[in-house]
């Protein structure tokens, strides 16, 4: 079951109590990954920070790529990334991060023993096969369709290397919310 917006501040309220917090939000493409992130963000008390890999993988076989690069988002002295420009299928700007600021990264690869070793805490939110891909290709339409089957087998190599669910502090399943 997907959490309230009281539980979310609740549970943003607990987690702000730490140093510099840090959540990783992990699950397949189409679970409410985004959706989750954007939620806690608006509940959480004062300014974070949110990143969605989705800005940071280097196009559509970047996902191993995306996740090496959370580790730097979560202990660098001067974090940032690239933002990829998916329109022109390249690079784009530098974007930095305040090293000091709360952060919410959220995305396939989020969750990796060395990202969540840097971690204050983990998510994994996961749904219904059919229910993701429905949700994933009304979000992003004719340009994700295509590219659905690779990225579902990044998906599944990050699962293998990785186990996210197994790293993640609070599993959460997305079907209510359709």
Request: aromatic share 8%.
């Amino acid at each position: 079951m997907f959490p309230t917006d009281a539980d979310l501040a609740a549970l943003a309220a607990d987690l702000a109590r730490a140093p510099r917090p840090a959540v990783l939000i992990d699950g397949p493409s189409g679970a409410g990954k985004t959706t989750l992130a954007r939620r806690l963000g608006a509940v959480w008390p004062g300014p974070i920070a949110l990143v969605s890999l989705d800005d940071v993988y280097p196009g559509w076989d970047g996902l191993a790529a995306g996740a090496a690069a959370v580790p730097g988002l979560l202990g660098d002295p001067s974090p940032g990334y690239r933002r990829w420009d998916w329109q022109r299928g390249r690079p784009a700007e530098w974007v930095a991060l305040d090293p000091g600021a709360p952060i919410i990264v959220e995305g396939c690869g989020a969750l990796t023993p060395a990202s969540r070793a840097r971690a204050s805490f983990g998510i994994w939110v996961d749904a219904d096969p059919a229910a993701r891909r429905r949700r994933a290709l009304s979000r992003d339409g004719d340009a994700y369709a295509p590219h659905w089957d690779r990225w579902a087998a990044q998906e599944r190599a990050h699962w293998a290397a990785h186990r996210p669910w197994e790293l993640a502090d609070l599993h959460l399943n997305s079907e209510a919310v359709g």
